[in-house]
């Protein structure tokens, strides 16, 4: 079963990885996987009817530690990342006086207090359980991707970063101050591979730096998407010809040239824009905008 992280996550994820808001939700220690005999709308964390408790089965769900006794560590995965169990006992139940009475078709882990959903999917096909019968995940059965289907706005940097500070507990902090760069020639935002990308060259200019914790607005719970709070706007003015701007990566470092690779944490691809000489570049508040999956 590959499954998803939730709009809730994602935008907790990004509100921490882009804004530095870490005090909105703290990962903790262990989540809470539940059994689903109606699934729930996984990416809304709503609805739903978890399995009644007995024989076997507790309502909350067994505790899962995030760490890498449960989890395997990121691995590249189509156009993105995913993580997948481990084998262990949290990832089991055994039917162990009676039948259950509903087939179980899916399963979501929780937060540590049982109410909002982080993540999960239905499961391949229903389980119907019966005294003495064991449901259980094996090895690398519970998959989560992040972007692994399309190209989103984050690079494979920054999806890294994301699945071990939620699975593996790795500390995550984000920059003070990132850059935009400008470009000419697109590139591939998923892994911010240079040779794709041609970063202006025109005269005068210079990647701009952005103070990461006012220049956002809080990321949007339903979309999962983060966008710009104030206008990017202070490039100077063209003394020469800059090109056609086709897109804009927020990147690491202040330096023009090739880190795309390690320094590359999001883009935008735009709608061509003629920068000549005499012009002065802006991209309007709300234009630019970060998305997880």
């Known amino acids: 079963m590959a499954g998803g992280i939730s709009n809730y996550a994602q935008a907790k994820l990004l509100d921490h990885m882009i804004r530095g808001n870490a005090a909105s939700w ?63 006992s949290a990832f089991s139940w055994t039917a162990n006086t009676a039948d259950w009475a509903s087939a179980v078709v899916g399963a979501a882990c929780f937060d540590n207090a049982g109410t909002n959903l982080l993540y999960g999917k239905n499961i391949d096909s229903s389980r119907l359980v019966y005294n003495g019968d064991t449901i259980r995940f094996d090895a690398a059965a519970m998959k989560i991707d992040l972007d692994v289907t399309t190209d989103a706005g984050i690079s494979n940097l920054w999806k890294q970063a994301a699945l071990n500070h939620l699975f593996n ?7 003070a101050t990132a850059y935009i760069a400008l470009f000419t020639g697109n590139g591939n935002f998923r892994t911010g591979v240079y040779g794709g990308f041609t970063e202006c060259a025109g005269t005068n200019y210079d990647r701009i730096a952005v103070t990461m914790n006012t220049a956002w607005n809080a990321t949007n719970g339903t979309t999962g998407i983060c966008t710009n709070a104030t206008a990017f706007n202070t490039w100077a003015q063209a003394s020469t010809n800059w090109g056609t701007i086709i897109g804009a990566a927020l990147v690491l ?36 905008s970060v998305k997880i999956d």
Do not use: C
């Open 26 to 88: 703290t990962n903790t220690a262990d989540h809470k996987l539940k059994l689903f005999t109606a699934a729930p709308d996984y990416d809304a964390g709503t609805g739903g009817t978890e399995k009644a408790s007995g024989n076997g089965y507790t309502t909350g769900g067994n505790a899962v530690a995030m760490s890498s006794t449960n989890w395997n560590a990121p691995a590249s995965q189509g156009n993105g990342y995913r993580v997948s169990n481990k084998a262990t």
């Open 253 to 288: 470092t202040a330096g023009k040239g090739n880190d795309w690779t390690t320094g590359f944490l999001a883009g935008n691809a735009f709608t061509g824009v003629a920068t000549n000489t005499g012009d002065t570049f802006s991209i309007a508040a709300g234009s630019f």
């Open 169 to 175: 507990l790795s500390a995550y902090s984000a920059p």
